[in-house]
């Protein structure tokens, strides 16, 4: 079993980084496996390296170890253009220059019971599909031809979720991933992949044999899985995991600083108090 946590470094790590990574964490070595942390710094205007420092001294703290080097997806990019380069033959992809107004101001009057939100935002209304990938011009976006995708990739792949809400194997459907999420963007503007292009082809890249992470991900993993089924890749085991809530029931966020775990570091706090704090047996 190979898990990873691999946070974004934009701010500081929080109780539910914490939880996320102990899990990942407890889980490996239960199997006697392995755990991996990754630094998913490939928004390269967010990402500072004094996150990351510090993400790396918190998990320290709490215990947690992992093979070095750090693997960083600021410099997975020339990985991540082969395998969009993948999906391009296949006639998969087209170059996007909408600006999220354009999106807006494109979608249609909603129709009833159709989506127009999906796990990556506002369903394209599909302006640039027609625009082969020759007339990319810098500044594009790419996306996924869904309804080309979900048609040539059939019969579509199933796979394992081993979570507390969602268990046993999932289906991928092709009416729900054309209409409920889209041509979604496997490039943004200025980056070599988006999310969720870099989160597949990272964890293809660290052979990871189950993704370990928080619940609010478990719609965009019909994303994920399809993209491994698109660019023949092993499909991992998921395991979506309830999120951390402030006393309010609000899921937390990086700028919730008062959840950060260096301040309960900073108040004398030890690393099992913070797993009794998450719901984790001690060590
Ligand atoms: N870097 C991503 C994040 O911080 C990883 C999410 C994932 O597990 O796919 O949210």
């Known amino acids: 079993m190979i898990t990873r946590f691999a946070p974004s470094p934009t701010g500081p790590l929080h109780l539910g980084h914490a939880y996320s990574a102990m899990l990942a964490h407890d889980m490996a070595m239960a199997a006697d496996g392995t755990f991996i ?23 320290h703290w709490l215990g947690l170890s992992w093979p070095e080097p750090i693997m960083k997806q600021s410099r997975s990019e020339p990985r991540f253009r082969a395998n969009i380069q993948q999906l391009a033959q296949q006639g ?44 990319f011009k810098e500044g594009d976006a790419i996306r996924l031809n869904m309804e080309k995708a ?12 081993t979570g507390e809400r969602h268990r046993g194997t999932m289906q991928l459907d092709p009416v729900d991933l054309i209409t409920s999420i889209g041509d979604v963007a496997v490039a943004r503007r200025g980056m070599a992949a988006a999310y969720h292009l870099a989160v597949v082809v990272d964890d293809d890249a660290q052979n990871i044999t189950h993704v ?8 965009a993993t ?7 089924h698109l660019l023949h890749l092993p499909i991992p085991i998921y395991h979506h995991h309830r999120l951390i809530r402030d006393d309010n029931g609000k899921r937390l966020a990086k700028r919730d600083d008062a959840r950060a775990i260096s301040k309960y570091r900073a108040e004398g706090a ?14």
Do not use: W
């Open 150 to 161: 979900v048609h040539g990739a059939a019969p579509l792949p199933s796979y394992l979720e």
């Open 212 to 219: 370990i992470r928080g619940e609010d991900l478990f719609d």
């Open 270 to 283: 030890t690393p099992n108090d913070i797993r009794r704090l998450v719901g984790l047996p001690e060590v």
């Open 92 to 135: 998969l992809i087209y170059p996007c220059s909408c600006s999220r107004a354009d999106v807006e101001n494109a979608a249609n009057a909603p129709q009833e019971g159709v989506p127009t939100h999906g796990p990556d935002g506002r369903i394209y209304p599909g302006t640039c599909r027609a625009r082969p990938m020759a007339a």
């Open 37 to 59: 942390l990754r630094m998913d710094d490939i928004d390269r205007v967010r990402s500072k390296p004094e996150f990351e420092q510090q993400a790396i001294a918190d998990l």
């Open 222 to 228: 019909r994303i994920h899985v399809l993209l491994y």
